[in-house]
């Protein structure tokens, strides 16, 4: 069975940073694309960034020079490093994943539990 854990959440000011981590674990699979996304009170789950494992990138414009993703194709982990955080980032931070598993022809999404992400003065 494969798990992503999220870490890296929490409260910080307007400005601050902070690092997300996604670690996909488990055996037979391997990764096609890896990405974070957030869901707001009373809004829709968005996309923020995503990353293919052969490193192209998509980013939301409103996070467009603030936030990076990153991966580690060998330790199976994605990262977002969240830069300037303004208040309207305040979200429940979901890592997806887009795998290929040994145990079905098809990918397979899978997602975290999610982190929380509070950005107040």
């Known amino acids: 069975q494969v798990q992503l854990v999220e870490s890296g959440g929490g409260l910080v000011q307007p400005g601050g940073s902070l690092r997300l981590s996604c670690v996909a674990s488990?055996?037979?699979?391997?990764?096609?694309?890896m990405g974070w996304y957030r869901q707001a009170p009373g809004k829709q789950r968005e996309l923020v960034a995503a990353?293919?494992?052969?490193?192209?990138?998509n980013y939301a414009d409103s996070v467009k020079g603030r936030f990076t993703i990153s991966r580690d194709n060998a330790k199976f982990t994605v990262y977002l490093q969240m830069n300037s955080l303004k208040p309207e980032d305040t979200a429940v931070y979901y890592c997806n994943a887009d795998l290929r598993v040994s145990y079905d022809y098809f990918p397979r999404n899978f997602w975290g539990q999610g982190t929380q992400v509070t950005v107040s003065s």
């Open positions: 488990g055996s037979g699979f391997s990764i096609n694309a």
């Open positions: 990353i293919t494992s052969g490193g192209r990138t």
